[in-house]
T-cell receptor, first 111, second 111 residues
Framework: GENVEQHPSTLSVQEGDSAVIKCTYSDSASNYFPWYKQELGKGPQLIIDIRSNVGEKKDQRIAVTLNKTAKHFSLHITETQPEDSAVYFC??????????FGTGTSLTVIP | GAGVSQSPSNKVTEKGKDVELRCDPISGHTALYWYRQSLGQGLEFLIYFQGNSAPDKSGLPSDRFSAERTGGSVSTLTIQRTQQEDSAVYLCASVLYNEQFFGPGTRLTVL
């Protein structure tokens, strides 16, 4: 089955700096890669996603890049703000509609 | 509009007791997932319901776990003879066009 690895597990950045979170996956058949933001006491919320026919997608301060050959994808947050502080999860959709999640990155934006 | 709701939000039970966790998905969403999230871990797939198809139960960790979805809407996850290792946050998500909408989760503590 699919195996998703996520790094780093914790990340601290100064407000205004950029943050990058990286994930790798193992199943070359995976073709949908969502990113979720989870705030304390809440369920994960989709923030951006990318499909395998696209190399990059941007939504304001958030961007995701996908390298299908190397089987890795990354989340980029620019001009970070304190409200960006949360746990971020990557995921890959494997066969049979199953989603495989990374272990999460706890992002802290220092004002 | 109303999102996904889960009840109870917190459940404390004694080892060996049965528990029932409820998920009310977004109306009109035909697919539903249950996940387990242990402290500091990613989301572990448990079960997937899609329309009237047989559910994908391949993620259920043991035969003490079962789930049903009545009328294609409300879902309940039942854990029989709970063990301490069942302590976790249980999340459900309803699905529209691949996008998962998560509920706030039920935090289960088995003493």
């Amino acid at each position: 089955g699919e195996n998703v690895e996520q790094h780093p597990s914790t990340l601290s950045v100064q407000e205004g700096d950029s943050a990058v979170i990286k994930c790798t996956y193992s199943d070359s058949a995976s073709n949908y890669f969502p990113w979720y933001k989870q705030e304390l006491g809440k369920g994960p919320q989709l923030i951006i996603d990318i499909r395998s026919n696209v190399g990059e997608k941007k939504d304001q301060r958030i961007a995701v890049t996908l390298n299908k050959t190397a089987k890795h994808f990354s989340l980029h947050i620019t001009e970070t703000q304190p409200e960006d502080s949360a746990v971020y999860f990557c995921a890959a959709e494997g066969t049979g509609n199953q989603f495989y999640f990374g272990t999460g990155t706890s992002l802290t934006v220092i004002p | 509009g109303a999102g996904v709701s889960q009840s109870p939000s917190n459940k404390v039970t004694e080892k060996g007791k049965d528990v029932e966790l409820r998920c009310d998905p977004i109306s009109g969403h035909t697919a539903l997932y249950w996940y387990r999230q242990s402290l500091g871990q990613g989301l572990e797939f448990l079960i997937y319901f899609q329309g009237n198809s047989a559910p994908d139960k391949s993620g259920l960790p043991s035969d003490r776990f079962s789930a049903e979805r009545t009328g294609g809407s409300v879902s309940t996850l039942t854990i029989q003879r709970t063990q301490q290792e069942d302590s976790a946050v249980y999340l459900c998500a309803s699905v529209l066009y691949n996008e998962q909408f998560f509920g706030p989760g039920t935090r289960l503590t088995v003493l």
